[in-house]
């Protein structure tokens, strides 16, 4: 079974950049779409990026297209998302995850499977 486990979490001003990280094991291949939410005190958990398991299509919620970047490295199976021009609506709990499906394009953006245990990410103004 995967485990995914996320770092690079903490607090910062708003106009500020923060590097998450994400490390998966416990599967033999790397080919596998990722992403990242996250969910806000109060609120449902929703969609923030997403990539192909070939690193050649990315996909963004409206509210971070623009400012968030993510990317896969495959030799190391993890992936990262880079965040600028944070603002506190930013704030929240940040999950990484994964797919079942193996090689699976155009769709990393919805049915995930798999969550890491998430990090904190606070964004004061």
């Known amino acids: 079974q995967v485990r995914l486990v996320e770092s690079g979490g903490g607090s910062v001003q708003s106009g500020g950049s923060l590097r998450l990280a994400c490390a998966a094991s416990g599967r033999a291949s790397s080919a596998y779409p990722m992403g990242w939410f996250r969910q806000a005190p109060g609120k449902e958990r929703e969609f923030v990026a997403g990539?192909?398991?070939?690193?050649?299509?990315?996909y963004y919620a409206d509210s971070v297209r623009g400012r968030f970047t993510i990317s896969k490295d495959n030799a190391k199976d993890t992936v990262t998302l880079q965040m600028n021009s944070l603002k506190p609506e930013d704030t929240a709990v940040y999950y990484c995850?994964?797919?079942?499906?193996?090689?699976?394009?155009?769709?990393?953006?919805?049915?995930?499977?798999?969550w890491g245990q998430g990090t904190q990410v606070t964004v004061s103004s």
């Open positions: 990539i192909d398991w070939d690193g050649n299509a990315e």
């Open positions: 995850a994964t797919k079942k499906q193996p090689y699976a394009l155009g769709s990393a953006y919805t049915a995930f499977t798999s």
